[in-house]
């Protein structure tokens, strides 16, 4: 089955820095990446995707690129916010699943 | 709030128990994922269903059971509960039969913990 492998676990950053997470994971037929955050006691919300069709994708201050290839994807947060702290989840469609990774923590310090 | 509506929101019960955690979906969404997500752990997916019937199964367990209703909502019922059942369970839904097809909304989650 598709294995989705996430790094790094945790991840601490100054404000206006910048931010990269990356996945990877296993099936070559995995044709949607998308990216979910997740606040303290809240459920995951989508903040980008990306489909295999396409190499890259922004949205203000978030960037998905993807490496199919090497089968790889990364999530990019640029000008990083105290509001950016949350965990990060990066997932990868597998027939009719979606298979998560295990999660980024990101901690921005003003 | 994403639409997603799941209870109870935290749920102490003792091993050997049985439980059943509900979910209604988004209006107009077809599809119900279930997730468990564990201490320290990503989201495992457990089972989905679309439009009444199942889809997909992930690791879920033969002691965890669950069905969508005529009405969309679903449950998940979680039976001789262990101590390693405590864990947040999620429910999401979507439009489409499959991830790529939409946006998964994910609700808040029921926390269960098993004493």
């Known amino acids: 089955g598709e294995n989705v492998e996430q790094h790094p676990s945790t991840l601490s950053v100054q404000e206006g820095d910048s931010a990269v997470i990356k996945c990877t994971y296993s099936d070559s037929a995995s044709n949607y990446f998308p990216w979910y955050k997740q606040e303290l006691g809240k459920g995951p919300q989508l903040i980008i995707d990306?489909?295999?069709?396409?190499g890259e994708k922004k949205d203000q201050r978030i960037a998905v690129t993807l490496n199919k290839t090497a089968k790889h994807f990364s999530l990019h947060i640029t000008e990083t916010q105290p509001e950016d702290s949350a965990v990060y989840f990066c997932?990868?469609?597998?027939?009719?699943?979606?298979?998560f990774g295990t999660g980024t923590r990101l901690q921005v310090f003003p | 709030d994403s639409g997603v509506t799941q209870t109870p929101k935290h749920l102490i019960t003792a091993t050997g128990q049985r439980v059943t955690l509900r979910c209604s979906p988004r209006s107009g969404d077809l599809s119900v994922y279930w997730y468990q997500q564990s201490l320290d752990q990503g989201l495992q997916f457990l089972i989905q269903?679309?439009?009444?019937?199942?889809?997909a199964k992930g690791n879920i367990l033969e002691r965890f059971s669950a069905q969508q209703f005529p009405d969309l909502h679903s449950e998940l019922n979680l039976s001789s509960l262990e101590l390693g059942d405590s864990a947040l369970y999620f429910c999401a839904s979507s439009v489409g039969e499959g991830p790529g097809t939409g946006e998964l909304f994910f609700g808040e989650g029921s926390r269960l913990t098993v004493l």
């Open positions: 990306i489909r295999s069709n396409v």
């Open positions: 269903y679309y439009n009444g019937e199942e889809r």
């Open positions: 997932a990868a469609s597998w027939r009719v699943k979606l298979i």
